[in-house]
């Protein structure tokens, strides 16, 4: 059974940090790779960052890069997201989920993604 179960969410000032974590199982990393995925009330979902180690990339859309760093520890089964320099328009649900590696070309349709964690709150504000 795929399982994706996100921590480390919470409140924090704008300009703060946060690193959100993705435990997972039930799958091979060698087979999907890893996005992060927010939503903000009343908002579309976006993609914030994807992760494949098969392919040894990284990926980040403009609103995020440079402030955002997406990690993965495969022996823990495990995929981070360091968040730096935080704004208020951050705010939003963050979920973990997988897609499959042969849909890597479509990495930022948050609709190509298959299997998702629950999710995590963060909140930036003052």
């Known amino acids: 059974e795929v399982q994706l179960v996100e921590s480390g969410g919470g409140l924090v000032q704008p300009g703060g940090s946060l690193r959100l974590s993705c435990t997972t199982s039930?799958?091979?990393?060698?087979?999907?790779?890893i996005g992060w995925i927010r939503q903000a009330p009343g908002k579309e979902r976006e993609v914030v960052s994807c992760?494949?180690?098969?392919?040894?990339?990284?990926y980040y859309p403009d609103s995020v890069k440079g402030r955002f760093t997406i990690s993965s520890d495969n022996a823990k089964n495990t995929v981070y997201l360091q968040m730096n320099s935080l704004k208020p328009e951050d705010t939003a649900v963050y979920y973990c989920?997988?897609?499959?590696?042969?849909?890597?070309?479509?990495?930022?349709?948050?609709?190509?993604?298959?299997?998702w964690g629950p999710g995590t709150q963060v909140t930036v504000s003052s």
């Open positions: 989920a997988t897609i499959g590696v042969m849909l890597l070309r479509l990495w930022k349709s948050p609709y190509e993604y298959d299997y």
């Open positions: 039930g799958f091979s990393f060698d087979d999907y790779a």
């Open positions: 992760i494949s180690t098969t392919a040894g990339a990284t």
